[in-house]
Protein backbone atom coordinates (compact mmCIF):
# COMPACT_ATOMS: atom_id res chain seq x y z
CA UNK A 1 0.00 0.00 0.00
CA UNK A 2 1.22 3.57 -1.21
CA UNK A 3 1.92 5.58 2.10
CA UNK A 4 0.90 9.24 2.40
CA UNK A 5 4.63 10.41 1.57
CA UNK A 6 5.32 8.46 -1.33
CA UNK A 7 1.61 9.62 -2.51
CA UNK A 8 2.35 13.12 -1.81
CA UNK A 9 5.75 13.14 -3.65
CA UNK A 10 4.37 10.99 -6.96
CA UNK A 11 1.37 14.18 -7.16
CA UNK A 12 3.90 16.88 -7.16
CA UNK A 13 6.05 14.99 -9.86
CA UNK A 14 3.64 14.13 -11.51
CA UNK A 15 1.80 18.03 -11.40
CA UNK A 16 5.75 19.63 -12.73
CA UNK A 17 5.97 16.75 -15.03
CA UNK A 18 2.88 18.48 -16.81
CA UNK A 19 4.21 22.20 -17.09
CA UNK A 20 6.76 23.96 -18.70
CA UNK A 21 9.64 24.94 -15.80
CA UNK A 22 12.66 25.90 -18.41
CA UNK A 23 13.30 29.22 -15.82
CA UNK A 24 14.33 26.89 -12.64
CA UNK A 25 17.49 24.92 -11.65
CA UNK A 26 15.76 23.06 -8.98
CA UNK A 27 12.89 21.53 -8.08
CA UNK A 28 12.27 19.38 -4.64
CA UNK A 29 9.85 18.61 -2.08
CA UNK A 30 10.53 20.24 1.93
CA UNK A 31 8.67 20.65 4.82
CA UNK A 32 6.78 17.73 6.68
CA UNK A 33 6.24 15.66 3.28
CA UNK A 34 10.30 15.07 3.12
CA UNK A 35 9.86 13.61 6.75
CA UNK A 36 6.83 11.69 7.86
CA UNK A 37 3.79 13.81 6.69
CA UNK A 38 -0.16 13.74 7.55
CA UNK A 39 -2.89 12.79 5.20
CA UNK A 40 -3.99 16.73 5.58
CA UNK A 41 -0.78 18.10 5.08
CA UNK A 42 0.23 20.34 2.66
CA UNK A 43 3.18 19.82 -0.44
CA UNK A 44 6.12 22.70 0.36
CA UNK A 45 8.00 23.35 -2.70
CA UNK A 46 11.46 24.14 -2.51
CA UNK A 47 12.25 26.21 -6.03
CA UNK A 48 15.53 27.75 -6.77
CA UNK A 49 15.15 29.75 -10.31
CA UNK A 50 17.46 31.15 -12.88
CA UNK A 51 19.08 34.67 -12.04
CA UNK A 52 15.91 37.13 -11.89
CA UNK A 53 13.45 34.26 -13.25
CA UNK A 54 12.38 33.42 -9.82
CA UNK A 55 8.72 35.42 -9.98
CA UNK A 56 8.00 34.78 -13.39
CA UNK A 57 8.74 31.15 -12.31
CA UNK A 58 6.89 31.36 -9.50
CA UNK A 59 3.83 33.00 -11.37
CA UNK A 60 3.62 30.45 -13.69
CA UNK A 61 3.72 27.38 -10.71
CA UNK A 62 0.70 29.49 -9.50
CA UNK A 63 -1.43 29.47 -12.17
CA UNK A 64 -0.85 25.82 -13.20
CA UNK A 65 -1.88 25.05 -9.96
CA UNK A 66 -4.95 26.86 -10.27
CA UNK A 67 -5.11 25.19 -13.80
CA UNK A 68 -5.26 21.84 -12.29
CA UNK A 69 -6.53 22.94 -8.92
CA UNK A 70 -3.44 21.20 -7.11
CA UNK A 71 -4.30 22.95 -3.82
CA UNK A 72 -2.21 20.92 -1.48
CA UNK A 73 0.96 22.46 -3.22
CA UNK A 74 2.79 25.25 -1.25
CA UNK A 75 5.84 27.16 -2.85
CA UNK A 76 6.70 27.59 0.72
CA UNK A 77 11.00 28.38 0.20
CA UNK A 78 11.95 29.84 -3.56
CA UNK A 79 14.78 31.79 -4.33
CA UNK A 80 16.93 32.93 -7.81
CA UNK A 81 20.57 31.03 -8.67
CA UNK A 82 22.18 34.44 -7.68
CA UNK A 83 20.65 34.13 -3.71
CA UNK A 84 21.27 30.30 -3.58
CA UNK A 85 24.83 30.31 -3.87
CA UNK A 86 25.48 32.19 -1.06
CA UNK A 87 22.64 31.24 0.96
CA UNK A 88 24.17 27.59 0.69
CA UNK A 89 28.21 28.64 0.78
CA UNK A 90 27.33 30.55 4.25
CA UNK A 91 24.44 28.40 5.85
CA UNK A 92 24.53 28.82 9.65
CA UNK A 93 23.96 25.56 12.11
CA UNK A 94 20.11 24.94 12.30
CA UNK A 95 17.24 23.09 11.68
CA UNK A 96 18.08 24.44 7.38
CA UNK A 97 20.57 22.50 7.25
CA UNK A 98 18.72 19.26 8.24
CA UNK A 99 15.90 20.22 5.84
CA UNK A 100 18.70 20.50 3.11
CA UNK A 101 19.51 16.82 3.03
CA UNK A 102 15.73 15.29 3.55
CA UNK A 103 15.05 17.44 0.24
CA UNK A 104 13.36 15.52 -1.66
CA UNK A 105 14.28 16.16 -5.93
CA UNK A 106 11.51 16.41 -8.15
CA UNK A 107 13.86 18.26 -11.04
CA UNK A 108 17.80 19.47 -11.11
CA UNK A 109 19.48 16.83 -8.63
CA UNK A 110 22.85 17.63 -10.52
CA UNK A 111 22.78 21.49 -9.68
CA UNK A 112 21.10 20.95 -6.19
CA UNK A 113 23.96 18.31 -5.00
CA UNK A 114 26.20 20.90 -6.82
CA UNK A 115 25.02 23.39 -4.28
CA UNK A 116 24.58 21.60 -1.33
CA UNK A 117 28.13 20.58 -1.25
CA UNK A 118 29.20 24.28 -0.65
CA UNK A 119 28.06 23.90 2.93
CA UNK A 120 30.62 22.31 5.73
CA UNK A 121 27.51 22.02 7.64
CA UNK A 122 25.32 19.92 5.18
CA UNK A 123 28.65 17.50 4.37
CA UNK A 124 28.52 17.26 7.97
CA UNK A 125 25.08 16.42 8.49
CA UNK A 126 25.79 13.68 5.23
CA UNK A 127 28.54 12.26 7.21
CA UNK A 128 31.31 13.08 4.15
CA UNK A 129 34.14 15.10 4.21
CA UNK A 130 34.43 18.67 2.73
CA UNK A 131 36.81 19.55 -0.16
CA UNK A 132 37.58 22.86 -0.66
CA UNK A 133 35.95 23.83 -4.58
CA UNK A 134 37.39 25.68 -6.87
CA UNK A 135 35.71 29.52 -5.86
CA UNK A 136 33.21 30.19 -8.45
CA UNK A 137 31.59 33.75 -8.51
CA UNK A 138 27.91 34.25 -7.25
CA UNK A 139 26.07 34.95 -10.46
CA UNK A 140 25.48 38.73 -10.89
CA UNK A 141 22.15 40.00 -10.14
CA UNK A 142 21.64 42.03 -13.17
CA UNK A 143 18.96 44.20 -13.65
CA UNK A 144 15.47 42.55 -14.15
CA UNK A 145 13.54 42.50 -16.93
CA UNK A 146 10.47 44.54 -17.21
CA UNK A 147 8.15 41.63 -17.02
CA UNK A 148 9.71 39.98 -14.31
CA UNK A 149 10.07 43.15 -12.03
CA UNK A 150 5.70 43.18 -12.81
CA UNK A 151 5.62 39.91 -11.64
CA UNK A 152 7.24 40.69 -8.93
CA UNK A 153 5.41 43.65 -7.74
CA UNK A 154 2.08 41.82 -8.80
CA UNK A 155 2.50 38.65 -7.23
CA UNK A 156 4.75 39.20 -3.84
CA UNK A 157 1.52 41.52 -3.62
CA UNK A 158 -0.96 38.98 -3.81
CA UNK A 159 0.91 36.88 -1.91
CA UNK A 160 1.67 38.84 1.34
CA UNK A 161 -1.84 40.04 1.03
CA UNK A 162 -3.08 35.94 1.18
CA UNK A 163 -0.41 35.17 4.26
CA UNK A 164 -1.61 38.09 6.17
CA UNK A 165 -5.08 36.91 5.96
CA UNK A 166 -4.83 33.63 6.42
CA UNK A 167 -1.95 34.07 9.24
CA UNK A 168 -5.02 36.12 11.33
CA UNK A 169 -7.49 33.58 10.50
CA UNK A 170 -5.00 31.26 12.20
CA UNK A 171 -4.20 33.39 15.16
CA UNK A 172 -8.27 33.33 15.98
CA UNK A 173 -8.23 30.05 15.30
CA UNK A 174 -5.59 29.29 18.38
CA UNK A 175 -3.35 28.16 15.47
CA UNK A 176 0.60 29.26 14.95
CA UNK A 177 0.98 32.54 12.39
CA UNK A 178 3.26 33.27 9.81
CA UNK A 179 4.55 36.14 7.31
CA UNK A 180 6.21 36.30 4.39
CA UNK A 181 10.15 37.62 3.59
CA UNK A 182 10.79 38.34 0.03
CA UNK A 183 12.78 40.31 -2.63
CA UNK A 184 13.43 39.80 -5.96
CA UNK A 185 15.46 36.90 -5.50
CA UNK A 186 13.59 35.20 -2.82
CA UNK A 187 10.53 34.27 -0.99
CA UNK A 188 9.72 32.04 1.36
CA UNK A 189 6.95 31.67 4.80
CA UNK A 190 8.55 32.57 8.26
CA UNK A 191 6.03 30.42 10.52
CA UNK A 192 5.88 30.36 14.37
CA UNK A 193 5.87 26.65 14.42
CA UNK A 194 9.12 26.78 12.00
CA UNK A 195 10.70 29.06 14.91
CA UNK A 196 10.25 26.64 17.93
CA UNK A 197 11.09 23.74 16.09
CA UNK A 198 14.30 25.61 15.21
CA UNK A 199 15.13 26.65 18.49
CA UNK A 200 14.72 23.35 20.21
CA UNK A 201 16.67 21.81 17.29
CA UNK A 202 19.70 24.29 18.05
CA UNK A 203 19.15 23.82 21.83
CA UNK A 204 19.40 19.77 21.08
CA UNK A 205 22.72 20.40 19.17
CA UNK A 206 23.95 22.23 21.98
CA UNK A 207 23.19 19.88 24.54
CA UNK A 208 24.89 17.11 22.86
CA UNK A 209 28.29 18.63 21.98
Known sequence: MESVRDRKIREAKEFFSKINTR??????????????????????IFLIAKTNRLWTSILEV??????????????SLCMDDSYAVPYFTDLKEGLAVQDSVRVVPISGEEYFNGLIRRSKLILKELNENYEPA????????????????LAFIFVASWINFKAIVESRINSKRGEGTFSTVFSLHT?????EKYRVLNERYLKNEAYTE
Open 23 to 44: NSLFIGVSGSVSYEPRDNDDID
Open 62 to 75: LLFRRIYRFNDLCL
Open 134 to 149: RQVNSPKRSISSPIEF
Open 187 to 191: CYFDT
